[in-house]
């Protein structure tokens, strides 16, 4: 079978966030200043996007398994979303930024969810796509897609590809991890199948447009070969 080589470039690019908390105990800081920095990066990178010519990319926010950390550290990473949504939409709107929600994120809390709406119908028009996920586990989402695949018909791969949270975005070309971490977390197990994968040991506060831009040209030397030789 011939090899499929890589195209010019990534179309969609998934991040595992990881890092904040040991950011800001390298520097005995709160662990919320790690997630404020979290933040900052987030933004920095959703800006970069057009240049970088990126059509879709992908964040792991929260995880249905981040509800066992502490109470309040969860109420931070709460409110930073509200402030997040608050300041950020005005410019998601004005450069032509998408936003799609992935996970079960109809089960947060409701004032959060009606700024989520308002978001999602603001920007439905935008033509790149920041997707976040939130209260998302990978097994869950699997597990809700064969279900509505099986009540439509018979369960095959196509048809649980289609029930997926993601189906109406681009096939995922590149999923990174940062912060040294080489797993996972319940992320995208089943987009992931053939993405390319790379780990690095940067902090997600540090994480910058230069360091994404390094990955997608890491990314464009590789071939694909969805087992073929």
Same mark, same amino acid.
């Given at each position: 079978?011939?090899? +499929?080589?890589?195209?010019?470039? *990534?179309?969609?690019?998934?991040?595992?966030?990881?890092?904040? !908390?040991?950011?800001?105990?390298?520097?005995?800081?709160? =662990?919320?200043?790690?997630?404020? $920095?979290?933040?900052? *990066?987030?933004?920095?990178?959703?800006?970069?996007?057009?240049? @970088?010519?990126?059509?879709?990319?992908?964040?792991?926010? &929260?995880?249905?398994?981040?509800?066992? =950390?502490?109470?309040?550290?969860? #109420?931070?990473?709460?409110?930073?979303?509200?402030? &997040?949504?608050?300041?950020?939409? %005005?410019?998601?709107?004005?450069?032509?930024?998408?936003?799609?929600?992935? !996970? #079960?994120?109809?089960?947060?809390? %409701?004032?959060?969810?009606?700024?989520?709406? #308002?978001?999602?119908?603001? +920007?439905?028009?935008?033509?790149?796509?920041?997707?976040?996920?939130?209260?998302?586990?990978?097994?869950?989402?699997?597990?809700?897609?064969?279900?509505?695949?099986?009540?439509?018909?018979?369960?095959?791969?196509?048809?649980?590809?289609?029930? @997926? #949270?993601?189906?109406? @975005?681009? %096939?995922?070309?590149? /999923?990174?991890? +940062?912060?040294?971490?080489?797993?996972?977390?319940?992320? /995208?197990?089943?987009?992931?199948?053939?993405?390319?994968?790379?780990?690095?040991?940067?902090?997600?506060?540090?994480?910058?447009?230069?360091?994404?831009? *390094?990955?997608?040209?890491?990314? *464009? +030397? $590789?071939?694909? $070969?969805?087992?073929?030789?």
């Amino acid at each position: 079978m011939t090899a +499929t080589i890589a195209p010019a470039r *990534a179309r969609h690019v998934a991040i595992i966030m990881d890092g904040n !908390g040991r950011w800001a105990k390298r520097r005995h800081l709160p =662990r919320v200043v790690g997630h404020q $920095r979290g933040v900052e *990066a987030v933004r920095k990178l959703v800006r970069a996007t057009a240049a @970088l010519d990126l059509e879709c990319l992908t964040l792991y926010a &929260f995880s249905s398994e981040n509800w066992k =950390r502490p109470e309040d550290e969860v #109420d931070d990473l709460m409110g930073l979303m509200r402030k &997040f949504i608050r300041s950020d939409l %005005p410019e998601f709107i004005e450069h032509g930024v998408r936003l799609h929600i992935i !996970g #079960d994120w109809r089960g947060l809390a %409701p004032d959060i969810v009606a700024m989520l709406d #308002d978001a999602l119908r603001q +920007t439905a028009r935008g033509t790149r796509t920041l997707a976040v996920a939130l209260n998302y586990g990978g097994q869950q989402e699997i597990a809700r897609a064969a279900s509505a695949a099986a009540a439509e018909g018979a369960i095959t791969p196509e048809a649980i590809a289609a029930q @997926l #949270d993601t189906a109406s @975005l681009p %096939p995922l070309d590149l /999923l990174i991890r +940062t912060s040294g971490e080489v797993r996972l977390s319940n992320f /995208l197990l089943w987009q992931a199948a053939y993405a390319e994968m790379l780990f690095v040991d940067t902090l997600w506060p540090d994480f910058t447009p230069e360091h994404l831009a *390094a990955a997608l040209q890491d990314f *464009a +030397t $590789r071939e694909r $070969r969805y087992g073929g030789r």
